[in-house]
């Protein structure tokens, strides 16, 4: 199931203080499942682990009520929390590269989010690559978020107090379209961006330390953009890489979450200071001992599930 095993202190790039004892022994349970390493696999192959993966978010949350839809040619899927509405909306892109992940795979992690948020979640299924290239899912998260803001009162939410929110590559997306709703509309209230990808072109130290994982190697991060982007001028557009914008004040407040061994490390706590210094209310959230992915590890991590209670809170605060 798991892509990758601890690495030895002794290894070049390996963690050099100790992984939580949470996430080592997940990724030593992960090792003895066995796996290739993941930039060897298949298209097909890194999808179905990640469809696995998602039982270790433990079991799925009851919410008021889930249904599947579409915003225009985008499928969606919404939960809607208990209580009486109109609720705040949370527009969800799950992570996964732009290659990987779906509605399922991180279906645990949005019924966790309406329940601590009390907001509608709207997880969007947009076009992954290398079936749809850059900017295919930059398009079709634009086309949801504005799809949710004409058409919340049809599912109970209000249209005035919107936030978008995602992981990874989620977070990359949440970024963009956070940027180009401040110049189009509509007007966001909070960005949730855990860990997320927001420099393409990135060589911060955390992306040779942590070069080669646990879980996330920057291998892996290869493969997704070569299936993802259609050259290397890609990279440093700002709607692949939004913290290359010219400008970031104005911004929606924001919620950026680290994990120490994780590649992405240093481009997100850049992220977070640049929006501080734009104007940007803006939180950064370090999580010691943890990796890439440990959002969705809820039932085996309790940083996980304390993540969860907190990005509840930040959305709960700014959509009140």
Do not use: F, T
């Given at each position: 199931m798991g892509p990758t095993a601890p690495q030895d202190d002794d290894v070049e790039g390996a963690p050099t203080v100790p992984l939580h004892p949470q996430v080592e022994a997940l990724l030593n349970l992960m090792a003895e499942q066995g796996g290739a390493p993941p930039e060897t696999m298949t298209v097909a192959q890194n999808r179905a682990m990640i469809r696995e993966m998602a039982a270790v978010s433990g079991p799925p949350e009851p919410v008021a009520a889930v249904r599947d839809d579409r915003a225009?040619?985008?499928p969606v899927r919404i939960y809607r929390p208990e209580g009486t509405g109109p609720f705040p909306v949370l527009v969800f892109y799950h992570g996964g590269g732009w290659v990987i992940g779906d509605?399922?795979?991180h279906d645990p992690v949005c019924r966790s989010l309406a329940n601590r948020s009390g907001a509608v979640?709207?997880?969007?299924?947009y076009r992954l690559a290398p079936e749809h290239r850059f900017p295919?899912?930059?398009?079709d998260a634009v086309a949801a978020l504005e799809w949710v803001h004409a058409h919340a009162a049809e599912f109970d939410g209000d249209p005035s107090r919107i936030a978008v929110g995602g992981d990874s590559a989620g977070g990359n997306l949440s970024a963009v379209v956070a940027q180009h709703a401040r110049d189009h509309g509509p007007a966001l209230r909070f960005q949730l961006l855990v860990y997320p990808a927001v420099d393409a072109a990135d060589q911060s130290p955390s992306m040779t330390e942590n070069a080669q994982g646990p879980l996330l190697t920057v291998a892996w991060i290869e493969w997704f953009m070569g299936h993802y982007l259609t050259g290397e001028q890609d990279a440093l557009d700002p709607r692949m890489s939004?913290?290359?914008t010219t400008d970031l004040s104005g911004l929606p407040p924001a919620?950026?979450?680290t994990a120490e061994f994780d590649p992405l490390r240093d481009?997100?706590?850049?992220?977070a200071a640049?929006?501080?210094a734009a104007g940007v209310k803006t939180e950064l959230r370090e999580s010691p001992g943890m990796i890439h992915g440990f959002l969705q590890f809820g039932a085996a991590i309790d940083d996980s599930r304390a993540l969860l209670d907190e990005a509840g809170a930040a959305l709960r605060a700014a959509l009140a």
């Open positions: 225009g040619d985008v509605l399922d795979s979640v709207v997880a969007v299924d295919a899912a930059v398009d939004p913290a290359r919620l950026v979450v481009q997100g706590a850049a992220y640049a929006l501080n």
